[in-house]
Each structure stands twice: as C-alpha cells, then as structure tokens.
C-alpha cells in the first residue's frame, strides 16, 4: 500500500438514526483491508465519538479517514457553535447534551476522554461560533 | 456457548438472531453508549434498556456477540430492522439487568 486511502463522508446533522454509518463503513473497510482487531477497534471507538458529537452538537460536519503506510489519520470537521473550554470538555463526565439527548443514551461525557483514550494523538481546534477540527491519529 | 444456547438457557425472546452460533465470551451491563463504547469487549454479551437506532451502531462497533434489551423495553421496528440488516444479534426479556447478569455469571463462569 504505498497510495494513501482516503475516504470521506457527510456526516448529517438532522438524522439521529443514521449517526455512526461513517463510523461502520469505515470499520467494514479496515476489516476488508485486514487490519488486527485491536486496531480496527480503536479507530471505531474514536471514529464514533467524533462523529456522534459532531451529529448531536455541531449539527453535522465532514469526516475523513486516510489510511497511511504507518498509520490512521482520522479528521472531523464541523461548522457548529465550537467548544467554549476544551479543557472542561476532555474530563470525563462533562457534558452540555440537553436532556432529549440524554434519553437516547447519550450525555455521558465520555465521548471525548473516550476519542483521547483510543488514539496515539488528538488536537483539537476550535472557534466560538466557527466550528471545530479534531485530528486524530492511530499509529500501526 | 453460544449465543443460540444462551438465548434458551435465559428463555429470551429472540428478535433477529443473523449470527446463532456465535460465541459468547463475558458481558457488558449499561445503558450510557459512551461507556459502552468505550467498556464494551468484542464477543460480550451487551445487556441494556436502550433499544434506540443507535445501539445497533453501538453493538457492531463493538462487536458484541449478542445485545440483551431488558425490562421488557419497548423495541422500536426501525431499530429492529436495523439489527435485522446490519446483522446483529438482538433479544428481549422481561427480566430486569441485574437478574440477567446474575443468571449470566452462573452461565458464563
Ligand atoms: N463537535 C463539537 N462541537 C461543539 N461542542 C462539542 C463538540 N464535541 C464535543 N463538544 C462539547 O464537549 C462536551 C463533551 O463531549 P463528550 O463527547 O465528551 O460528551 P457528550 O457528547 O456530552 O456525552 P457522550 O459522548 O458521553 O455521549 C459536549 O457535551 C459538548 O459540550
Ligand atoms: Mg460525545
């Protein structure tokens, strides 16, 4: 595999059923590829967090996946209302989900120590009322 | 065991079973999908009361053997068509989470 692959999807903001398919299509695609479990596992959970997130608090946004020589870059772009202290947001059990939100089983606060937990890098970027960029990477 | 024997042993009511002889290997209980996310181990048995479109993302993400909605959770026919196609393992009991783990730690141990 000397070409990186890169795939992309829209992550859409409106529909909570459809939240996650970019997160299973991408599993689908390293199970394909043969990556080890532990790997693909990793990817999955970071994955689904960002783009859960970005459904239920950006009003959608774009994720790329680009599988390298050495590793997973995994990006999440969105143009929602931004994360107002990051350093709040990393801790586990801080969350700002409303309560219609928390009846879907979500809210925890656990999504982004969870995206932290399962990647080898994550920055964060983000804008009050631009939107935010999360970089992730998986080493191989 | 597996997930067909496990069915029968918890007299569950099955759902969608895509995948019966699958095998079980321990068991996660929770209902916050983070957590879940993130506890979850590939082959446990998933047992919840959620039974929103967004547990069958959950449980092919983390590959669990087999989700087990409790309390006699209503199932909503779009999740259940959901499981149906992307293949996951689905079952109902009336039986509350702790019960079923209680009868799962005699089961799996
Ligand atoms: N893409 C985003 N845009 C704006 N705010 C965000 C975004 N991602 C996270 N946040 C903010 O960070 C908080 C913590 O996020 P985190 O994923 O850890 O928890 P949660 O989404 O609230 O709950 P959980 O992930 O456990 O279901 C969120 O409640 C929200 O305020
Ligand atoms: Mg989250």
Same mark, same amino acid.
């Given at each position: 595999m000397s070409e990186p692959l890169v795939f992309t999807f829209e992550v859409d903001g409106e529909n909570f059923t459809s939240a996650g398919n970019a997160s299973v299509a991408v599993k689908k695609k390293l199970r394909w590829l043969g990556f080890p479990p532990e790997i693909i596992r990793r990817v999955s959970v970071a994955m689904y967090e960002g783009e859960i997130n970005m459904v239920i608090h950006a009003g959608g946004g774009v994720a790329t996946v680009t599988v390298l020589q050495d590793r997973i870059d995994i990006v999440l772009e969105d143009h929602g209302p931004g994360i107002a202290n990051v350093e709040l947001a990393m801790k586990e059990g801080f969350s700002t989900a409303t309560d219609h939100i928390r009846d879907l089983g979500f809210g925890a606060g656990m999504g982004l120590p969870n995206m932290k937990k399962n990647t080898d890098s994550m920055e964060i970027q983000t804008e009050l009322g631009k939107g935010t960029t999360i970089k992730m990477i998986i080493n191989l | 065991m597996t997930v067909r024997q496990l069915s029968e042993s918890l007299a569950l009511e099955v759902l969608?079973? *895509? !995948? *019966? !002889?699958r095998e079980v290997c321990g068991a996660y209980a929770g209902d916050l999908l983070s957590w879940v996310m993130g506890r979850a181990n590939a082959d446990n048995v998933w047992v919840t009361v959620m039974t929103n479109a967004n547990t069958v993302a959950v449980a092919t993400l983390t590959d669990v053997s087999m989700v087990i909605v409790t309390d006699g959770s209503e199932m909503p026919p779009e999740t259940l068509a959901l499981a149906k196609e992307k293949g996951v393992n689905l079952a109902r009991t009336k039986a509350s989470s702790y019960e079923i783990c209680v009868r799962l730690g005699g089961l799996l141990s």
């Amino acid at each position: 595999m000397s070409e990186p692959l890169v795939f992309t999807f829209e992550v859409d903001g409106e529909n909570f059923t459809s939240a996650g398919n970019a997160s299973v299509a991408v599993k689908k695609k390293l199970r394909w590829l043969g990556f080890p479990p532990e790997i693909i596992r990793r990817v999955s959970v970071a994955m689904y967090e960002g783009e859960i997130n970005m459904v239920i608090h950006a009003g959608g946004g774009v994720a790329t996946v680009t599988v390298l020589q050495d590793r997973i870059d995994i990006v999440l772009e969105d143009h929602g209302p931004g994360i107002a202290n990051v350093e709040l947001a990393m801790k586990e059990g801080f969350s700002t989900a409303t309560d219609h939100i928390r009846d879907l089983g979500f809210g925890a606060g656990m999504g982004l120590p969870n995206m932290k937990k399962n990647t080898d890098s994550m920055e964060i970027q983000t804008e009050l009322g631009k939107g935010t960029t999360i970089k992730m990477i998986i080493n191989l | 065991m597996t997930v067909r024997q496990l069915s029968e042993s918890l007299a569950l009511e099955v759902l969608s079973l *895509p !995948e *019966p !002889e699958r095998e079980v290997c321990g068991a996660y209980a929770g209902d916050l999908l983070s957590w879940v996310m993130g506890r979850a181990n590939a082959d446990n048995v998933w047992v919840t009361v959620m039974t929103n479109a967004n547990t069958v993302a959950v449980a092919t993400l983390t590959d669990v053997s087999m989700v087990i909605v409790t309390d006699g959770s209503e199932m909503p026919p779009e999740t259940l068509a959901l499981a149906k196609e992307k293949g996951v393992n689905l079952a109902r009991t009336k039986a509350s989470s702790y019960e079923i783990c209680v009868r799962l730690g005699g089961l799996l141990s």
